[in-house]
């Protein structure tokens, strides 16, 4: 069995337990397992099912309680097994979806750390630098790289203790460890996406 998540920009596999990404301009091979999937881009389903027609989309399988217009299908499926949690997914874009009493009451977007970068080069040259992961956040910042990273990281830690409160918090995506650490009552899982879709498959006797 193959699991695959669509994006905006990639095809994210899960092969065998390993991890295989091709961007969504790049020809993908004919797997011969059967793959399951889910996706937020129409165009690279339809690429997915050219070269592997039986693919299978599981969203036609999930159930998920929101008034939430537009939530995407990876939202949700980040969501689906918890009932009272944030649930932070850190990647190009860091989305932050809140459950309660197993309903999803909404969530919000903030830009991820890509684009932070890409944003102050435009404003000014002098204010392009690299950043730097391991900045004390208790501390004003005296230097200007470090200046840049604090405002970063305190523009997302901040909105997301707000809306967390006393409740747990899961991280996922590739920046997902880095945030976990600033919070207490958190929780890292890199695979939160496909093990969350593993468990609707075996829910629903899918053949792999």
Do not use: W
Request: with cysteine; net charge positive.
């Amino acid at each position: 069995m193959i699991l695959c998540d669509i994006g905006n920009s990639t095809y994210h596999f899960l092969i065998n337990g390993k991890h295989e990404k091709y961007f969504l301009d790049e020809k993908l091979p004919k797997f011969d397992d059967k793959i399951y999937y889910i996706s937020v881009n129409k165009s690279a389903s339809k690429k997915l099912l050219k070269s592997n027609p039986k693919a299978k989309n599981i969203e036609k399988l999930m159930s998920f309680d929101t008034t939430y217009e537009g939530l995407g299908i990876d939202r949700a499926l980040a969501c689906y097994f918890e009932s009272d949690a944030v649930i932070v997914d850190a990647g190009s874009a860091i989305t932050v979806d809140i459950m309660e009493k197993g309903k999803h009451l909404g969530g919000f977007i903030l830009p991820g750390f890509r684009a932070f970068m890409k944003t102050y080069p435009k404003i000014s040259k002098k204010l392009s630098f690299d950043f730097e992961k391991n900045i004390n956040l208790d501390k004003i910042p005296l230097q200007t790289k470090d200046a840049i990273t604090y405002a970063m990281m305190k523009s997302i830690i901040l909105p997301i203790k707000e809306v967390s409160k006393n409740r747990k918090i899961i991280f996922t995506g590739g920046d997902g460890k880095l945030f976990s650490k600033y919070f207490e009552n958190s929780t890292y899982k890199k695979d939160l996406i496909f093990d969350n879709m593993k468990r609707i498959i075996d829910a629903n006797n899918c053949i792999a």
